[in-house]
C-alpha cells in the first residue's frame, strides 16, 4: 500500500489527508499545533512517526514554515521517498527545498496548487517542477489527483502560479472595489448580479468565493501577491495592477486589526 505523510493539518492538508486516505493510501498526518483533526485521520505526534516509510511527502505548513518543514522531514525520508513542497511561496523558497532535497539525496516536487482544496480536496488540480515531479504525480494519479508536469527545476511551478495569480487575484480585487463603490451608491446587488452575468453560468457562486476567499485567505494572499509583483519588477514588467491588487489585500488586514472601523458589505456579511 502507497503512505503518504501530510505536513500541516490545517484546512488543506486535512482535506489532502482525509480525501487521500479515502481513496486507498496509508495516509498519516503532523501538525504540532492542531490537536483536534476530527474522526477518519491518523495524525502521529512525532514527525519521524509520520514520514517513517513514506513513499512521498506532502508538505501543507505555509510559506513561512516551509524551508523548517523540509529541513526537519528530509533527512528522515527514506531512500527513493519524495518531498513535495504544496505550499504557495516564491520560486527562491522553493529552489532552497530542493537544494536541501539535493543534499539529503531526496528528490524534491515544487507544487502549484491551482485551485481552492475545499471545493475537490485531493483532485484539485496541481501543477509540478523539478526532480521530484514526476515520480510525485505517478503517486498522487493513483489516487485521482490531476498533476500536471512542467519541465525545469523546482521553482518553476512556482513562477507560474504567481503569473496565474496576477489575474486571479487581481480579479477578486477588482470585484471587491466595484461591489465597494456600488455599495455607497446603494446599488451593491444589482452590480453583483451584472459580474455574476458576465462570469458564466457559474458566475454568482463565482463572486461569492471571490470575495469570501479574499476575506479568509487575505494575510497568505497578501504574501502571495508580494511575491507575484517581486517577480514581476525582476522581470521588468508592468505591474500597476499587482501593486494595487497587494493594497487590496493590505487595507483588509490593516482593518481587521482595527474593528472600530466596522464591517465592509463586501465582506462575507450582507449580500
Known sequence: MTRIAVL??????????????????DTRGFDPYVQDTGPGLDRRERLQDCVDGADVV??????????????????????????????????????????????????????????PVTRAAHRTPLLASGDGAEPFAAILRRFGAPVDVAAGPAGDAARLKLLRGVFMKGMAALVLEGLEAARTAGAQEWLRGQIARELGPEGAATVDRLVEGTFRHAERRRHEMSDALALLEHAGTPADMTRATLAWFERILAEREAPEAGPRATDEGPR
Open 8 to 25: 500541516g493539518l490545517g484546512e488543506a492538508g486535512r482535506c489532502y489527508a482525509r480525501g487521500l486516505a479515502d481513496a486507498g493510501a
Open 58 to 115: 506532502l508538505s501543507l505548513v505555509g510559506a513561512r514554515a516551509s524551508v523548517d518543514a523540509a529541513r526537519a522531514a528530509i533527512p528522515a525520508m527514506r531512500a527513493g521517498a519524495v518531498f513535495a513542497d504544496l505550499n504557495t511561496a516564491s520560486p527562491e523558497t522553493k529552489a532552497r527545498i530542493a537544494a536541501l532535497g539535493s543534499e539529503g539525496r531526496v528528490p524534491v516536487a515544487d507544487v502549484a496548487v491551482l485551485a
